[in-house]
């Protein structure tokens, strides 16, 4: 029997159709939402919060830089950068005109770096508070300020070739900047930009600026150096001179308590000086010593016993011809006692006194006194100089060693090696870093002195002494007699090599080398003179009456030529004032009538410190006058100061 089929329901299969396609969407969107809130979660978190994040790295306070008695000789202070964020800024043209016009730059670099495809372009790093004032008053869409980090040198050219210099990323790039850049150098504040509900970053600084900041407290004594500045600067002005070097350091433990060189420059604008200019001359540069070697000579030859006092050498009347070759005195004798050779700076009685040694025994005691090798002093650039091995001594090498010529030394080594000599035979290492502290104040690192070897023995030691102080007393280092004070020393007068070969007949490096045996600690000064243009070239007519000047300053320090052993280090600015007290409260910085001026504080009782902080906010050039606490301003309170100008601040005392 025939059924007649139904008819499809087609109405059913569509809604069962939707349903299916409901369910299986259903599906989906719950496989999603798992996938999207459960299992992919923290992946998709990361990647928005990159998208609406980044992360800059900006720098944090550089350790301070500290002489042996705290006060402050390297700081760094807050100041503003300007950047930009590109992708918001619609009008680039317009805005790039209007930046570049506010911080005095280049239009064109300025829309290069606004047509970058980035999130963030710096416009320019460490403005004036002017600028950053000029910036934010514009309010341009996209262009902020935030604060970094400048190193600033309150003294300006003190101490320059010892201290270096720090660059505009906060790392050192010369002297003792550049040597404990490890230590100074902070880690980097990261810095959080997001983005708010209306696309407008927020910029968030992370806790904690400075928890790693560690500080280098130097063996520098202030006063010490400013006495060396000031005498170098004036001989080598007087004496038309090429350049010039002074060291002061300490005979008993190779501690550095000054490093001067001529020509200086300013710290702060370190880039408007020639790599020349910036040169630490103390180190970097070599020269042959002169009639100041035969301080080493006559330590060898009483070691080795191969002299005694009542020995005679005939000088030939000043002129003297030796295996081929013709040596000559300045003044000329006929016969000199040993230790009048050196007293009277024979080149003759030098080389016949020579003679008493081998090549390998003058060779094994100028090796112990470390020329020829590094004194691993804690400053870059150090060149070690030339001494010869034996073996390729030539006739006459002996001869011409014995009185400072055929080897080349660097000051500092000079100075190490003579302090050796003097001191009962000890070789110290120099250094200038006293110890590292964090920002607590507390001691992270300490450099204690270092004995390297003994070169000569005590008695050795002792004799030197004694022929040294007759040079000062009655030989040719005279003009650095200090009456009452037991002074030694010894001239030198080299005459320079000539490229073309031989030795310039006009060109000297003129020196002493002495030393302050009644103080506490006994000082060691080097005087060098390079290239004096004046008629009387000599040693101890050039360098010696500097030695005896800085001498007399230093002497002064522990106020007057003392007749015992004295502190003189720590009276420096400890006994000779007495600290006021130190002002607390806040200074506010108030501005002047128009843009970039600033109506003077009173700066009298604040430390250093807070005056630096003041100077750079109203973006002076300030210069410092004496250590501790301010006692006297120019301009007075109340003045008007715009950007820029002179602002000299005098200090007296010492902190507590």
Known sequence: MYREAKPVNWESVRIAIIAVAFAAGTVLLLASAYRLQVSKADLLRNLAEKQRTRVLKLEARRGMILDRSGEQMAASLEVNSIYARPREIKDKKRTAEKIAHLLEIDPKETLSKLREDKAFVWMRRRVSPLMADRVKQADLRGVSAVKEYQRFYPLKSFAAHAMGFAGIDSRGLEGLELYYDGDLKADPIPVTAQSDAMGRPVIFAAIGRNPKRKDLHLTLDRNIQYVAEKELEEAVSKAKAKDGTV??????????????????????????????????????????????????????????????????????????????????????????????????????????????????????????????????????GERHGFLPLPGKWSVLTKANIAFGQGIAVNPLQLTTAFCAAVNGGKLYRPHLMKRIANALGETVRENPPVVVRRVIKPSTSREVVDILRQVVEKGTGKAA??????????????????????????????????????????????????????????????AAPVFRKIAEGILALCGGKPTEPRPIVASAGQKIQTAPPVRKKSIPIRKGPRAGEWIVPDLKGLDMRRVLDLCAKMKCDASFHGTGIAVGQDPVPGKILKEGDPLKVSFKGRTS
């Open 247 to 380: 060291i002061v350091m300490d005979v008993d433990s190779g501690e550095v308590l000054a490093l001067a060189s001529r020509p200086t420059y300013n710290l702060n604008v370190f880039r408007k000086t020639s790599a020349e200019v910036r040169r630490n001359r103390a180190v970097a540069d070599t020269f042959e010593p002169g009639s100041t070697f035969k301080v080493f000579l006559a330590a060898a030859v009483v070691d080795l016993a191969r002299v005694s006092p009542s020995d005679k050498f005939n000088c030939q009347n000043g002129i003297f011809r030796y295996k081929g070759a013709q040596i000559h005195d300045v003044v000329p004798h006929k016969e000199l006692a040993f230790a009048d050779v050196i007293i009277r700076s024979s080149n003759i009685g030098a080389v016949k006194v020579s003679e008493r040694l081998t090549k390998s025994e003058f060779y094994r005691i100028l090796k112990g006194f470390g020329f020829g090798s590094s004194t691993e002093v804690d400053l870059p």
């Open 481 to 542: 007699k200090i009456p009452g004070v037991y002074v030694i020393g010894k001239t030198g007068t080299a005459q320079k090599a000539d490229p073309s070969g031989g030795y310039s007949k006009d060109k000297y490096v003129s020196s002493f080398l002495g030393a302050l045996m009644d103080v506490k600690p006994r000082l060691a000064i080097l005087v060098m003179i390079d290239e004096p243009a004046v008629k009387h070239r000599t040693g101890g007519q050039v």
